[in-house]
């Protein structure tokens, strides 16, 4: 449909990422699906992002100490992240980065395949988005649907507008800096 698939849509794919190519599907975005070996890591990634030429963002999925509040933060793939910096622009005590249970539950995904394609899931909006202003120009992102063996590139536009509005999450832009101080 609106898709360029590079790999089989029909395959036994798991049932979140099933639900997020269906939800793509139901609004006529177009995007590119790219089946790989599990990549958990940025590291694990590097070698899919020159094939494909485009680069995943990085998703974090963090929580305060007491594990309340919960949010997940885009940044570029090569940019350094310090819980401190993005502490002080939340004005939060402290951030840590929050276990598989509220993972799995909240976003629909396995610790490694964390991806803001799972708010699809949070149908509570128990999660806040966070993205880096450095990501603002990108004219694609690449995230994991919600499966680490599969990438899917999509215009940011359609992510941005169509698919956050599906969602009810709206972006909270941030600015890490160097995120080295």
Not at 127 to 147: K, N, T
Request: aromatic content about 6%; charged content about 20%.
């Amino acid at each position: 449909m609106a898709h360029d698939n590079l790999t089989d849509k029909n395959r036994d794919a798991p049932e979140a990422e099933r639900a997020v190519l269906t939800a793509l599907d139901g609004l006529g975005l177009a995007y590119r699906l790219v089946a790989h070996a599990p990549a958990m890591t940025m590291d694990d990634l590097a070698d899919i992002d020159r094939q494909i030429g485009v680069s995943h963002a990085k998703n974090l999925f963090l929580c305060n100490r007491q594990q309340t509040s919960f949010y997940l933060l885009l940044l570029p793939g090569d940019k350094n992240f310090r819980t401190s910096v993005l502490s002080r622009q939340l004005g939060i005590a402290r951030l840590s980065f929050a276990g598989p249970g509220p993972l799995e539950s909240l976003l629909g995904t396995p610790p490694g395949a964390v991806s803001p394609l799972g708010l699809l899931f949070d149908r509570r909006h128990q999660v806040r988005l966070l993205i880096d202003r450095d990501l603002a120009g990108q004219e694609s992102f690449c995230f994991h649907p919600c499966s680490n063996t599969t990438s899917l590139v999509m215009a940011s536009r359609d992510f941005l507008g169509p698919f956050l509005r599906l969602t009810g999450h709206a972006p909270t832009w941030i600015d890490l800096g160097g995120a080295s101080d």
